[in-house]
């Protein structure tokens, strides 16, 4: 299995705060790698598809980058919603697993 | 419109099986390039990959749950149906399935999820 890490695992910021987080792959997997954003109770949301991709209806806010084994989601300007766990998974290999989720909080 | 919905028990016993259905509206599972996953998440915790179906029939498990689960599909209800057996208290989850999208003809991700369901295993 590709092993997938993220970090930091939680991560406190303000409303306006410019957010980094990374997703790291145990192999090489080109741009397959998808981000998630997850909020109490509710499913997952795509965000970003094929490392940098938005999704449909998805703020310009949210960007992501990388290939190969390291990529990015970036949050340009935090807003109160943006508040959530967010998860990185690969689609090079099945399984098509997940990191174990950045939780960003308010500070 | 994509539109996915669970549904399955809430409570098993602990070795009986687990049967979930999930049924979808907006698209087709006969259409080329088209799958239906299936994820779960315990309580607080991470999300899991567990496996999919492809529009060919081609399904893909998680190894580490393989010899346990089943995914089928019928095209014809728009149901694709998940069972997983021996089923132990440490699967007690929220269970998903979603959409998987592909983009270019390479670039696969879940865009449309259902609301998910939680089936607790407990005597």
């Known amino acids: 299995d590709i092993q997938m890490t993220q970090s930091p695992s939680s991560l406190s910021a303000s409303v306006g705060d410019r957010v980094t987080m990374t997703c790291r792959a145990s192999?090489?997997?080109?741009?397959?790698l998808n981000w998630y954003q997850q909020k109490p109770g509710k499913a997952p949301k795509l965000l970003i598809y094929a490392a940098s991709s938005l999704q449909s209806g998805v703020p310009s806010r949210f960007s992501g980058s990388g290939s190969g084994t390291d990529f990015t989601l970036t949050i340009s300007s935090l807003q109160p919603e943006d508040f959530a766990t967010y998860y990185c998974q690969q689609s090079y290999g099945s399984p098509h697993t997940f990191g174990q989720g950045t939780k960003l909080e308010i500070k | 419109q994509i539109t996915l919905k669970e549904s399955g028990p809430t409570l098993v016993k602990p070795t009986q099986t687990l049967t979930l259905t999930c049924t979808f509206s907006g698209f087709s599972l006969s259409t080329s390039g088209v799958g239906v996953g299936w994820i779960r998440q315990p309580p607080g915790k991470a999300l899991e990959w567990l496996a999919l179906i492809y529009w060919d029939d081609d399904k893909r498990y998680s190894p580490s749950l393989k010899s346990r689960l089943t995914i089928t599909k019928d095209t014809s209800k728009n149901q694709v149906v998940l069972t997983m057996t021996n089923m132990d208290p440490v699967d007690t989850a929220t269970y998903y399935c979603a959409h998987l999208q592909n983009t270019g003809g390479y670039y696969s991700s879940l865009g449309q999820w259902g609301q998910g369901t939680l089936v607790t295993v407990s005597s």
């Open positions: 192999q090489s997997i080109s741009r397959y």
